[in-house]
């Protein structure tokens, strides 16, 4: 018996990374997992992973998942993207927002044009995503929505500074905004039984994003800690009890370790102090 079976499940950004770790996770557990993201293939991206990999890696594993290859920028295609897991699975149990987009551009030099694409992807899709698969979620009286966050979304505090910004202002400002959106829609279905919440990294994980960006030095930079914390750390919010967890904004090694499933931690949310909302 997994932890989820017969659960429907939509991961997006699930070609690569924390979301591919979510997506496997899920199937390992017994959900049927449409992955979602804008790589189909590999070699369609500059950087390596796609849904292809991610979905016959989970079929090789005797799981369950299907590729929709969807740009959560777009209102239209979120809402393709429920219907194609509804067609494909039935209703739509666990919603997992994971995709995202980063430049780290000061604002001063920031492009206009990148500066909407970021917020329509690591904003609006997640909206989007929400909005269509809560009608069923709100009649059935049961559902997940995870959120995936950052440490960006700490601020760096009021001056004097010392150092300058590393032009993350942008990102932080859109999972500052995701954490809140967390907890306001989780206000608003709690008396419908759907639990949302919200789980960043306790450090950074290595993926082909984050490298590529050099917030690790590689994949096996000692100083980060492996996607699966975060799919695990999913995996638990998304099967609490609602009445337990929804609203929670947390950090990966902090839920893993309250709920026994790490036996020590560290980074956001053990040894520093996370964002204004993990603390409410």
């Known amino acids: 018996m997994g932890m989820l079976d017969g659960k429907v499940a939509i991961v997006t950004g699930a070609s690569r990374g924390i979301g591919a770790a979510i997506a496997h996770l899920f199937a390992q557990e017994g959900a049927r997992v449409v992955c979602a993201a804008r790589t189909l293939h590999e070699g ?120 300058p910004g590393r032009g993350g202002t942008m990102y932080g400002a859109e999972k500052a905004a995701l954490e809140r959106f967390t907890q306001g829609l989780a206000q608003e ?34 100083r980060g800690e492996p996607a699966e914390y975060m799919a695990r750390a999913v995996l638990l919010l998304a099967t609490l009890p609602y009445e337990r967890v929804s609203g929670r904004v947390t950090y990966s090694q902090q839920i893993l370790l309250e709920h026994g499933w790490i036996t020590e931690g560290r980074g956001l949310g053990i040894d520093r102090p996370g964002s204004g909302y993990s603390q409410i």
């Open 189 to 222: 279905v709690w008396e419908y039984g759907i639990s949302v919440t919200c789980v960043s990294p306790s450090l950074v994980v290595p993926t082909p994003g984050t490298v590529f960006h050099h917030l690790v030095s590689g994949m096996d930079d000692p």
């Open 44 to 163: 369609d991206h500059p950087l390596a992973g796609s849904l292809q990999t991610t979905v016959d890696s989970i079929r090789q594993a005797g799981g369950e998942a299907t590729a929709a290859v969807c740009n959560v920028s777009e209102e239209e295609e979120c809402k393709r993207l429920v219907e194609t897991a509804e067609q494909t699975y039935g209703p739509v149990d666990l919603l997992v927002n994971n995709a995202a987009l980063t430049y780290f551009i000061p604002i001063a030099d920031f492009p206009p044009d990148k500066w909407r694409r970021s917020f329509a992807v690591n904003v609006h899709g997640p909206f989007y995503l929400c909005h269509y698969v809560l009608p069923s979620m709100i009649a059935r009286r049961t559902g997940a929505i995870v959120n995936i966050s950052s440490g960006a979304a700490i601020g760096p505090g009021r001056g004097p500074y010392t150092e």
